[in-house]
């Protein structure tokens, strides 16, 4: 069973940069995307931030379009996000997941707090 854990969460002033690792174990050869979504203060639903598949194409939403970059190693054992030009509204939890086959998997989430 895949396992992914987060990494290099943190405070960090507005218009700075973090980036977030996600290391993947239980390695599946179907593994077919892994993403980053993100759950602001207060909001129960996790919103999708961006994703690259198994041929390294990447998928952003609106807001991460010039300011994030997702990437993967070569073996897709780890999933990063580098994030730049933060913003206080960046503040959240941020998870990394993977999907297999019609199922996700979750890792257990990274805080990203903005200071104004």
């Known amino acids: 069973q895949l396992q992914l854990v987060e990494s290099g969460g943190g405070l960090v002033q507005s218009g700075g940069s973090l980036r977030l690792s996600c290391s993947v174990s239980g390695g599946d050869s179907r593994l077919q995307s892994l993403s980053w979504y993100r759950q602001a203060p207060g909001q129960q639903r996790r919103g999708f931030v961006a994703?690259?598949?198994?041929?390294?194409?990447?998928i952003y939403e609106d807001f991460a379009k010039g300011r994030f970059t997702i990437s993967q190693e070569s073996d897709r054992t780890k999933v990063y996000l580098q994030m730049s030009g933060l913003k206080p509204e960046d503040t959240g939890v941020y998870y990394c997941?993977?999907?297999?086959?019609?199922?996700?998997?979750w890792g257990q989430g990274a805080q990203v707090t903005v200071s104004s």
């Open positions: 994703l690259v598949d198994r041929n390294f194409r990447t």
């Open positions: 997941k993977a999907y297999v086959d019609g199922y996700d998997f």
